[in-house]
C-alpha cells in the first residue's frame, strides 16, 4: 500500500501510555450497554465483563501526542483515516444523498472509556455509535499478523476501513434499525457483511487514487477470512457452529469485500432487504 507520501487525517486522539479509563454512566450497566454492542458489532462480551470495572480512576483529560512525533504506525493510521474521509466525503453525497461527517480514531492502549461504556483491548477495533468514535489499540495489528496469519498493512487499513463501514451504518440510521429488532444473530452478521462491503467501496476509491499495489487486495481477503466465524471457532474450540454466527463465514466476508471492491456502488452492498 502507498501510503507514505499521503495526506494524514488530523481527526485522530492519541490517548496511548494514559493510564486507564473510566466507564461512562451507571458503573456495571455501561459495561453491559457496551457489552451487547461488542456482541452486535464484533468481540467477546465475556472478555469485557469478566475484566471489571476500575474505581476511582480518571478518565484521560489531554492527548499525550502533544509535542510528541507520531510514531509509523499512527502515522499509517492517520493516512488510512484521510483516505476513508476522502472517500466517503465524495460517495456517501453522491450515492446516499447525505452528507458526511467523519467519525475520530481514537487511539488507546490497554483500556480506555467510551460514550458506550468501557471499553478494552481484549475486544479488538471497535465503532461507539454513541460517540461516533473509532477505537484502536495497535496490538490487534500484531495479533493479526501473528494470530490471524493475515500480514500487510492493506490486512490493517482494512479493518480500520470496516470500522469506518460501521460509522456509514450509523450515519444513514442503518445500525439503529438492527438494534431496535433486538438480539438477532441474521441482522448481526449481515450488519458485519455490509460494513466489509462498504470497506470494500473504500478499497475501490483508494485503488483510483493509486494508493493500492499490487498483492494488496490479497492482503484484504486473507484478514477478512481469518475474522470469519467459522475460522474463528474451528480455531478456538475446534469445531463450527453457524447457528451462533454474528459476523458471517470467512467466504461471506471475502464476498463482501470483493463486491463493494469491485463496484465501488453502495446499492450492491444493500443486505436489509
Known amino acids: 500500500m502507498r501510503w507514505r507520501d499521503q495526506r494524514q487525517s488530523s481527526n485522530v486522539e492519541d490517548r496511548r ?7 461512562l454512566g451507571g458503573g456495571g450497566i455501561g459495561v453491559l450497554i457496551l457489552a451487547a454492542i461488542v456482541c452486535l458489532l464484533g468481540g467477546d462480551p465475556r472478555q469485557l465483563l469478566e475484566g471489571g470495572i476500575p474505581q476511582d480512576v480518571q478518565p484521560p483529560t489531554a492527548s499525550n501526542s502533544v509535542n510528541k512525533p507520531a ?28 452528507n458526511y461527517v467523519p467519525p475520530k480514531l481514537v487511539l488507546y492502549s490497554g483500556q480506555t472509556s467510551t460514550a458506550c461504556g468501557y471499553g478494552q483491548a481484549a ?36 479493518v480500520i476501513a470496516h470500522e469506518v463501514g460501521h460509522h456509514v451504518q450509523n450515519l444513514l440510521g442503518t445500525m439503529a434499525k438492527v438494534q431496535r429488532q433486538g438480539e ?9 457483511l455490509q460494513a466489509d462491503c462498504y470497506a470494500g467501496i473504500w478499497a475501490n476509491f483508494a485503488a483510483k487514487k493509486g494508493i493500492v499495489e499490487a498483492g494488496d487486495a490479497e492482503e484484504a481477503l486473507k484478514a477478512a477470512s481469518a475474522v470469519g466465524d467459522d475460522m474463528i471457532q ?28 469491485q463496484y465501488g456502488n453502495m446499492q450492491q452492498c444493500e443486505v436489509f432487504k
Not at 441474521?186 to 458485519?192: G, K, Y
Request: charged letters at 20%.
Open 123 to 158: 475486544m479488538g477495533p471497535f465503532y461507539c455509535p454513541g460517540d461516533q468514535n473509532v477505537y484502536l489499540d495497535f496490538a490487534f495489528f500484531q495479533e493479526l499478523r501473528q494470530e490471524f496469519k493475515a500480514p500487510g498493512d492493506f490486512a490493517q487499513a482494512y
Open 17 to 23: 501510555g494514559m493510564g486507564r479509563g473510566v466507564a
Open 184 to 192: 438477532n444473530n441474521q441482522l448481526s452478521v449481515a450488519l458485519e
Open 234 to 261: 474451528r480455531r478456538t474450540q475446534g469445531y463450527v457452529v453457524p447457528e451462533s454466527f454474528t459476523h458471517g463465514s470467512a467466504a461471506q466476508r471475502q464476498k463482501a469485500f470483493t463486491i463493494g471492491m
Open 71 to 98: 510514531d509509523e504506525n499512527e502515522q499509517f493510521s492517520r493516512v488510512v483515516m484521510a483516505s476513508t474521509e476522502d472517500a466517503w466525503g465524495q460517495i456517501l453525497p453522491q450515492q446516499a444523498r447525505r
